[in-house]
């Protein structure tokens, strides 16, 4: 009896701790997002949340004007960069940080706070890592979810595009990666390892991508399909090179071995892009 009595008691106190250890989940109101992209060398990471209008004026309501504004809603929204970046002309050091924002009508007040959970009630502008303004445009989509997205993406740079009802503010964040590859480069040049043909195949591309000195591009491209000989993506870089030097004549030649070579490996793509290239540069003679 007593031992059934308190197994009784033991299954009561389960039930009830059971109970107790139930989370109701509903879906969040403003949910979280997160989108990281590589710009250059640099990683960027964001973290918000995104409130919907539901029916409701945003810009002068909602979000009031001349008010400081998290720039999303729960918690801080937040920009983590791997490496130093330039915004608005000035240097951001590698890190993470709060963005908010002052909306008003005509212009917007950006800000970068140091402190990365900071929200407006904690708020100091002495932990400002950067203020700078930002002209919002109107937009012809209505936006019913607040975005943050980052477009028109180069090698060197992004805008981050700020979305919502039909209004629209955009920054663009640079990524300082010249002086980074270039100490690469000269490192390399210094001591050069033959094995590494990627190394020579990427300081070609990057100085004729750059406007940089064509004669050391085709050195590094000889040198890489040296190691290379057929390797028809290489050659097709020899052949841009020299076509960028307006040598047309010697590029042809390196477009011709090229299209043999990729024609052997039966890779439509550069079959068709030397193809293209030797029609084009035939009349540039």
Do not use: H
Request: proline letters at 3%; hydrophobic letters at 40%.
């Amino acid at each position: 009896m007593q031992k059934s009595i308190l197994m009784c008691v033991a299954l009561f106190f389960f039930a009830i701790g059971s109970i107790a250890a139930q989370q109701i989940t509903v879906p969040q109101p403003s949910p979280a997002a997160s989108l990281t992209q590589k710009v250059g060398l640099t990683d960027i990471t964001v973290n918000y949340s995104r409130p919907s209008s539901k029916g409701r004026k945003v810009f002068g309501d909602l979000v009031a004007f001349n008010t400081l504004w998290r720039t999303g809603a729960n918690g801080a929204t937040k920009f983590k960069f791997s490496t130093p970046v330039i915004i608005d002309g000035k240097k951001v050091e590698a890190g993470e940080y709060a963005l908010l924002s002052i909306p008003s009508e005509n212009e917007w007040t950006m800000i970068l706070s140091k402190n990365a959970n900071t929200g407006t009630a904690d708020y100091k502008e002495s932990d400002d890592a950067l203020r700078f303004k930002v002209k919002p445009m109107k937009t012809n989509d209505m936006v019913q979810t607040f975005t943050i997205s980052l477009g028109n993406l180069t090698n060197t740079s992004t805008d981050v595009e700020i979305s919502w009802e039909n209004t629209k503010a955009i920054f663009k964040i640079d990524s300082e990666i010249d002086a980074t590859i270039m100490k690469q480069i000269d490192d390399f040049a210094k001591n050069p390892n033959a094995s590494l043909a990627n190394n020579y195949s990427s300081a070609a591309s990057y100085y004729f991508n750059n406007d940089k000195d064509l004669n050391k591009a085709l050195e590094w491209i000889n040198k890489a399909v040296e190691i290379n000989p057929d390797a028809f993506w290489l050659i097709r870089t020899k052949s841009l090179i020299q076509a960028k030097m307006k040598n047309y004549k010697e590029a042809i030649k390196t477009a011709e071995l090229s299209l043999v070579k990729s024609t052997a490996a039966k890779n439509n793509d550069y079959i068709k892009m030397n193809t293209e290239s030797i029609k084009e540069w035939s009349g540039m003679k």
